[in-house]
């Protein structure tokens, strides 16, 4: 069974930082990161296939960096000048299709608040 375990969350003062780990038990063409806050849909943050091509959302841009460790299935989110509206629950996705992962984990916590 495939796993994908997510590490990296916590609690942050706005303009803080923040790296999200997500190890996954096997090797995966393309990784993301999506998150949900509360009372809103689930949306994508930002994805990286094998090759190392990145792809943000708008709101991220110039302060979430991803980045993957091949060798050891490994996706990263480097999350700097955290805004209380990141605040959310953040998700790893993996799978053949990016923004169609077939594989998720379970989730870790990102909440920015004074």
């Known amino acids: 069974q495939v796993q994908l375990v997510e590490s990296g969350g916590g609690l942050v003062q706005p303009g803080g930082s923040l790296r999200l780990s997500c190890v996954a038990s096997?090797?995966?063409?393309?990784m993301g990161w999506y998150r949900q806050a509360p009372g809103k849909q689930r949306e994508s943050v930002a994805d990286?296939?094998?090759?190392?091509?990145?792809s943000y959302v708008d709101s991220v841009k110039g302060r979430f960096t991803i980045s993957r460790d091949n060798a050891k299935n490994t996706v990263y989110l480097q999350m700097k000048s955290l805004k209380p509206e990141d605040t959310a629950v953040y998700y790893c996705?993996?799978?053949?299709?990016?923004?169609?992962?077939?594989?998720w984990g379970q989730g870790t916590q990102v909440t920015v608040s004074s």
């Open positions: 996705g993996a799978g053949s299709v990016i923004g169609r992962y077939s594989d």
């Open positions: 096997r090797w995966f063409l393309n």
């Open positions: 990286i296939n094998s090759s190392g091509s990145t």
